[in-house]
């Protein structure tokens, strides 16, 4: 009878999926391990490149973290308001929310209730079907998307050249590493 291998017995062999970040161990679940012999290690070229593209994407993250924070609103409640400002009519029922931000109901319930204490968005009835609320984004919301929109975007061109730089270098070396 084979025997099985303990789990976390693999050994771990980091490959470029694995630097993206799409295979990292989870705090559930397995641990993906691949098999050695046929992962060619990465030069160090690229991997320096990875880690500046990685550092000027995570700068750039915080940034945004910070300028969102400074107005009172976490990164997903940002995401209500651009989803909302993008849908066609600019309303979203509770249930469409939770679709658009991949959100289980409670949780799209929870942001919402959050998103209208704070003066974001508003509950307005459904004028085909008097049983649905309908949600959309009030003035404040408006105006504070708008506001955030354009320091996103300012923190997005201060870190832009860093960021291109850094993905066109990495782009380069594994280029120049592939097989012929």
Known sequence: MKQRKP???GVRVYTPCCYAGL???????PTILHDQAAVKPLPPSILAALAAFRAALSR??????????????????????????QAPSG????????????LNH???????QRAERAGLIERVPDSS????????????????????????????CEERGQLVTSLQRW???????EDP
């Not at 105006?143 to 923190?155: E, K, N, Y």
């Open 7 to 9: 789990l976390g017995s």
């Open 23 to 29: 295979c990292m161990p989870a705090k559930r679940g």
């Open 60 to 85: 750039y993250s915080d940034a945004t973290r910070h300028c969102l924070a400074e107005e009172g609103v976490s990164p997903r409640q940002f995401t209500l308001l651009a989803v909302l400002s």
């Open 91 to 102: 309303q979203l029922s509770v249930g469409e929310v939770a679709a658009a931000l991949h």
């Open 106 to 112: 409670n949780s799209a319930v929870g942001l919402t």
């Open 129 to 156: 079907d008097a049983r649905r609320v309908l949600i959309r984004l009030s003035e404040r919301g408006t105006d504070l998307l708008h506001q955030l929109a354009r320091a996103h975007i300012t923190g997005l």
């Open 171 to 177: 782009t380069q070396e594994l280029e120049a590493t």
